[in-house]
């Protein structure tokens, strides 16, 4: 099926599944949605209840990249159900959403670059770590990445508000990026500042690993615990640079199996934006001492009240 934007002369093709086939692959993303979520929504009110973590910067950082993870996971899951249900939304509508997703898409490697640095420094600066890690200046952090995320959508918006009608953000779309963002433009901008970012993210994780790799052949575990947990870092920025390169890989496997567009295109967006929503969980979640008793009280709805809180703080690493 082709679906023909209004006022542009291109054509974006839509494919469509049969009803059973739909209805298996929304209820695999829904499911998936919803028990990745809760996972992570307990972790945020596991976070909230206790002191002893939203005092400490690098507790801080992650709860950030947790509550990204479930707002891009819910924008994903959102958008698929209603393209199957309705097949094409309101273009308003379409960039609200597509607006929410991108913000924590590029949230997520600059929150990963800057748990790094703070693992850097409560390593290779231990007797500096309270003064230059304070919960502050971790908000302030977080401010400034949300401000260079909106660096990269803000353009987008202004230039759509100023080159499209007002009829076509009454028009209804297919819901994708390219088709409410139609500037060729855009598309160029889109990718450049993607490479600068990620340039900037890796060029970080390089640089603490091989510092506190450096630390841990002749200092204590903590250091080892550090660049173990860098290393997750990178692996979790790998998953998210295969949002970057999503439509690379789906065009490569399209044309080399022209017949499976769908089953790839499905299979992909599971393994780029769903499955990635786990490795937070399980970096912090589970890899930490402290956050793990508290999160099983809450995470299978114990009342068992064994837990209390520390009265020391140990850093996770």
Same mark, same amino acid.
């Given at each position: 099926?082709?679906?023909?934007?209004?006022?542009?002369?291109?054509?974006?093709?839509?494919?469509?599944?049969?009803?059973? =086939?739909? @209805?298996?692959?929304?209820?695999?993303?829904?499911?998936?949605?919803?028990?990745?979520?809760?996972?992570?929504?307990?972790?945020?009110?596991?976070?909230?209840?206790?002191?002893?973590?939203?005092?400490?910067?690098?507790? @801080?950082?992650?709860?950030?990249?947790?509550?990204?993870?479930?707002?891009?996971?819910?924008?994903?899951?959102?958008?698929?159900?209603?393209?199957?249900? &309705?097949? =094409?939304?309101?273009?308003?509508?379409?960039?609200?959403?597509?607006?929410?997703?991108?913000?924590?898409?590029?949230?997520?490697?600059?929150?990963?670059?800057?748990?790094?640095?703070?693992?850097?420094?409560?390593?290779?600066?231990?007797?500096?770590?309270?003064?230059?890690?304070? &919960?502050?200046? =971790?908000?302030?952090?977080?401010?400034?990445?949300?401000?260079?995320?909106?660096?990269?959508?803000?353009?987008?918006? !202004?230039?759509?508000?100023?080159?499209?009608?007002?009829?076509?953000?009454?028009?209804?779309?297919?819901?994708?990026?390219?088709?409410v963002f139609r500037n060729p433009n855009l598309t160029e901008k889109?990718?450049?500042?993607?490479?600068?970012?990620?340039?900037?993210?890796?060029?970080?994780?390089?640089?603490?690993?091989?510092?506190?790799? !450096?630390?841990?052949?002749?200092?204590?575990?903590?250091?080892?615990?550090?660049?173990?947990?860098?290393?997750?870092?990178?692996?979790?920025?790998?998953?998210?640079?295969?949002?970057?390169?999503?439509?690379? @890989?789906?065009?490569?496997?399209?044309?080399? !199996?022209?017949?499976?567009?769908?089953?790839?295109?499905? =299979?992909?967006?599971?393994?780029?934006?769903?499955?990635?929503?786990?490795?937070?969980?399980?970096?912090?979640?589970?890899?930490?001492?402290?956050?793990?008793?508290?999160?099983?009280?809450?995470?299978?709805?114990?009342?068992?009240?064994?837990?209390?809180?520390?009265?020391?703080?140990?850093?996770?690493?």
């Open positions: 099926m082709n679906f023909s934007n209004p006022g542009r002369n291109f054509t974006t093709n839509v494919y469509r599944d049969t009803l059973n =086939t739909a @209805i298996i692959k929304n209820v695999i993303t829904v499911v998936l949605c919803i028990s990745i979520n809760y996972i992570n929504s307990t972790l945020v009110h596991t976070f909230r209840k206790h002191e002893i973590f939203n005092v400490n910067p690098r507790y @801080i950082l992650y709860i950030h990249l947790v509550i990204n993870d479930i707002m891009l996971l819910t924008m994903f899951t959102l958008v698929q159900v209603l393209s199957y249900i &309705v097949f =094409t939304l309101n273009v308003s509508l379409c960039i609200v959403l597509l607006t929410i997703a991108i913000f924590a898409n590029l949230n997520n490697p600059l929150t990963l670059a800057v748990m790094a640095i703070e693992c850097y420094i409560a390593i290779c600066f231990p007797l500096h770590h309270t003064q230059i890690c304070t &919960v502050k200046k =971790t908000y302030v952090v977080i401010g400034l990445i949300w401000a260079m995320s909106a660096l990269s959508i803000l353009p987008d918006l !202004f230039v759509t508000f100023a080159e499209e009608s007002l009829d076509f953000f009454n028009s209804r779309v297919f819901c994708l990026r390219e088709n889109r990718d450049i500042s993607y490479i600068v970012y990620l340039v900037i993210v890796w060029l970080s994780l390089f640089y603490t690993y091989f510092r506190i790799l !450096f630390t841990a052949q002749s200092a204590s575990g903590d250091a080892k615990k550090a660049r173990n947990t860098v290393l997750l870092h990178g692996f979790q920025l790998l998953l998210c640079m295969l949002t970057y390169v999503y439509h690379l @890989i789906t065009n490569g496997l399209t044309y080399l !199996f022209p017949r499976g567009v769908l089953a790839i295109r499905f =299979t992909i967006a599971i393994f780029v934006q769903v499955l990635p929503r786990l490795i937070s969980p399980v970096v912090y979640g589970l890899r930490d001492k402290t956050f793990r008793q508290y999160l099983k009280r809450y995470l299978f709805c114990s009342t068992n009240d064994q837990t209390h809180p520390q009265k020391t703080l140990k850093r996770p690493l």
